[in-house]
């Protein structure tokens, strides 16, 4: 799944779970699912900062520190 599917994925979860009139079980699995999705998003974006940080290694040609902020 890539990012922006998964994006928008999560964003319909959490429109759904903001407006209610949810069962707890149906609730409960919105939830997990947005779990699931937040990972995929997060993991997508962890590749694109280690990528940026290596394209900016070479860059510079020196150690781009990838915690920096961009």
Same mark, same amino acid.
């Given at each position: 799944?890539?990012?922006?599917? =998964?994006?928008?994925?999560?964003?319909?979860? #959490? &429109?759904?779970?903001?407006?209610?009139?949810?069962? !707890?079980?149906?609730?409960? %699995?919105?939830?997990?699912?947005? $779990? $699931?999705? =937040? &990972? #995929?998003?997060?993991?997508? !974006?962890?590749? %694109?900062? @280690?990528? !940026? %940080? #290596?394209?900016? $290694? $070479?860059?510079?040609?020196?150690? @781009?520190?990838?915690? @920096?902020?961009?």
């Amino acid at each position: 799944m890539g990012y922006e599917e =998964a994006r928008e994925e999560l964003d319909s979860v #959490v &429109r759904r779970l903001e407006s209610g009139g949810l069962t !707890l079980k149906e609730s409960l %699995a919105l939830w997990e699912r947005g $779990e $699931e999705l =937040a &990972r #995929v998003c997060e993991q997508w !974006l962890e590749g %694109a900062r @280690a990528k !940026l %940080a #290596v394209a900016m $290694e $070479e860059k510079t040609g020196g150690s @781009a520190d990838p915690d @920096a902020p961009f």
